[in-house]
């Protein structure tokens, strides 16, 4: 479990097959092999430490439902490490299981504020509300606004600094993952009303 308080943005260093590395400092900081890392929003388990990097294996389920199967280009990654029992839950419940990928429509700044704009299908749209949170590339974000297929979230100027969003462009892809209690929720109200329809 992750807090969406990214801690770190690394680097990919290389990909080899089902073998991703990622440079780093903070991370390495405590971490041993076994431990489960937030790769930009997906919980990957350390398989080698080496003295500036981490190595990851990546399965062809991360593959299909990350930017890690379509981002070809994708050189940075936001990082954190699991949450313990002592930390402080700064952003919210995140799991690391990504459930699909959205695209940066537009970003607009307003004043010290910059309002990003990501489409993604209606499955994500209908796990998250306004005001709700949403996890995307890792980073804990609340939602202000849901039109459509769309959802804005605003950045303030220390996210974009500490994130890979101070590199984003219209276009891209993110992983996103919704709150699981939205889920939970949704699933047990929609058990509800089926049982009572058969009734």
């Known amino acids: 479990m992750f807090t969406g308080i ?16 990622i440079k780093c400092k903070k991370i390495l900081e405590g971490s041993k092999i076994g431990d489960s890392i937030s790769v930009s929003g997906v919980c990957l388990t350390i398989t080698v430490i080496n003295e500036d990097s981490l190595n990851f294996q990546i399965s062809e389920e991360t593959r ?10 994708q050189s940075l990654v936001n990082l954190e490490r699991a949450a313990t029992f002592e930390s402080r839950i700064g952003g919210h419940n995140v799991e690391g299981h990504v459930e699909n990928t959205g ?19 209606s499955e994500i749209i209908n796990n998250i509300i306004v005001k709700g949170y ?14 459509g297929n769309l959802f804005k979230v605003s950045l303030i100027p220390h996210t974009i600094a500490e ?10 892809s ?26």
């Not at 690394?10 to 590395?21: L, Q, R």
């Not at 607009?108 to 504020?113: A, F, G, M, Q």
């Not at 996890?135 to 974000?141: A, C, V």
């Open 103 to 121: 695209i940066c429509k537009s970003i607009k700044k307003i004043k010290d504020s910059t309002i990003v704009t990501f489409e993604a299908d």
């Open 163 to 172: 994130t890979t969003f101070k590199n984003i462009k219209i276009g891209q």
């Open 6 to 21: 990214v801690e770190e943005v690394g680097k990919i260093h290389s990909i080899k097959g089902e073998e991703i590395s």
């Open 134 to 147: 949403v996890s995307i590339d890792g980073t804990s974000l609340t939602v202000n606004e849901i039109d």
């Open 64 to 73: 299909a439902k990350t930017t890690f199967g379509i981002e070809e280009n």
């Open 174 to 199: 993110v992983n996103i993952e919704t709150d699981v209690n939205a889920r939970y929720i949704r699933k047990y109200v929609e058990e509800i009303m089926e049982k009572r329809l058969n009734e």
